[in-house]
T-cell receptor
Framework: NAGVTQTPKFQVLKTGQSMTLQCAQD?????MSWYRQDPGMGLRLIHY???????DQGEVPNGYNVSRSTTEDFPLRLLSAAPSQTSVYFC??????????????FGDGTRLSIL | SQQGEEDPQALSIQEGENATMNCSYK?????LQWYRQNSGRGLVHLIL?????REKHSGRLRVTLDTSKKSSSLLITASRAADTASYFC???????????FGKGTRLSVIA
């Protein structure tokens, strides 16, 4: 049981380049989300999805795009990388419930450096 | 945003001692969750407490919730070196609204 798988684990980009961070889960979870983690800032929500075909913005969505064509996959696209997007990116998933009483399962992160 | 705020930011204790971390939040919540993050890894869920609960236990973990003070505490008893990690609280406002995380407490347990 792989859980939440993120690829790549490390990436270095040049300013202006674009790339896609991959996230896949094998738990049939409806709910998926992307966070970035910066020193001293905790985790900040970028985008999230409550099911295939449905996405919404989080706290820091600018510069990022997402789509959810399948239940399993939730890729995060950087349109034109900027040094301010240097961070560790985490994908998480959880099953949906009426009361939201479900824990989130996290991948091990993608460490992204923008030069 | 109703970000949970942990206190202290960092905590260093001896093995065998108890560790207490606190979390405060700003508005009403549906539930509050605690997570652990080991260095270089993703977050791992520890315990969830609902807004109508006051205390929960899981092994050496004890979580309390005081909705009147909008605060929660995580107690780790008889700490071990393996408990060294960052601990985060996260709050959910209602239903399936996104979890909002605090900045975390870095716990160091010295053998």
């Amino acid at each position: 049981n792989a859980g939440v798988t993120q690829t790549p684990k490390f990436q270095v980009l040049k300013t202006g380049q674009s790339m896609t961070l991959q996230c896949a889960q094998d738990m049939n979870h409806e709910y998926m989300s992307w966070y970035r983690q910066d020193p001293g800032m905790g985790l900040r929500l970028i985008h999230y999805s409550v099911g295939a075909g449905i996405t919404d913005q989080g706290e820091v969505p600018n510069g990022y795009n997402v789509s959810r064509s399948t239940t399993e996959d939730f890729p995060l696209r950087l349109l034109s990388a900027a040094p301010s997007q240097t961070s560790v990116y985490f994908c998480a998933s959880s099953s949906a419930s009426t009361g939201g009483y479900q824990p989130q399962h996290f991948g091990d992160g993608t460490r992204l450096s923008i030069l | 945003s109703q970000q949970g705020e942990e206190d202290p930011q960092a905590l260093s204790i001896q093995e065998g001692e108890n560790a207490t971390m606190n979390c405060s939040y700003k508005t009403s919540i549906n539930n509050l969750q605690w997570y652990r993050q080991n260095s270089g890894r993703g977050l791992v869920h520890l315990i969830l407490i609902r807004s109508n609960e006051r205390e929960k236990h899981s092994g050496r973990l004890r979580v309390t919730l005081d909705t009147s003070k909008k605060s929660s505490s995580l107690l780790i008893t008889a700490s071990r070196a393996a408990d060294t990690a960052s601990y985060f609280c996260a709050v959910r406002n209602s239903g399936n609204t996104p979890l909002v995380f605090g900045k975390g407490t870095r716990l160091s347990v010295i053998a």
